[in-house]
């Protein structure tokens, strides 16, 4: 069983910084990605940023410049660091890791519950 545990979200002024962190425990063979997706009310989920096992990063367009993923592989937890936020940044954020199972030689797909961020004008 695996299970992925956000902190970190809060309600913040435009322009302002938050932090949010993701730790992944349970069985973990090798932990491909770590991601962070996002959903606003009325809106489907997307993504935010990913990181490889190897420290490959994606950024979705919202995101670059202003967001900073990372990861500590051995502790398999992931971060974001969201700068400049603004109010269109608001939503429950979600970590999200695909978890390469050796017994199986399949990828599967965990969810953490999210996280509130709002951003206030």
């Known amino acids: 069983q695996v299970r992925l545990v956000e902190s970190g979200g809060d309600l913040v002024q435009a322009g302002g910084s938050l932090g949010l962190s993701c730790a992944a425990s349970?069985?973990?063979?090798?932990?491909?990605?770590m991601s962070w997706y996002r959903q606003a009310p009325g809106k489907q989920r997307e993504l935010v940023a990913s990181v490889t096992i190897r420290g490959v990063t994606n950024y979705a367009h919202f995101a670059k410049g202003r967001f900073t993923i990372s990861r500590h592989n051995a502790e398999n937890t992931v971060y974001l660091q969201m700068n400049n936020l603004r109010p269109e940044d608001t939503a429950v954020y979600y970590c999200?890791?695909?978890?390469?199972?050796?017994?199986?030689?399949?990828?599967?797909?965990?969810w953490g519950q999210g996280t509130q961020v709002t951003v206030s004008s």
């Open positions: 999200h890791a695909r978890l390469y199972k050796y017994w199986s030689d399949s990828l599967a797909d965990y």
């Open positions: 349970g069985t973990i063979f090798r932990n491909e990605i």
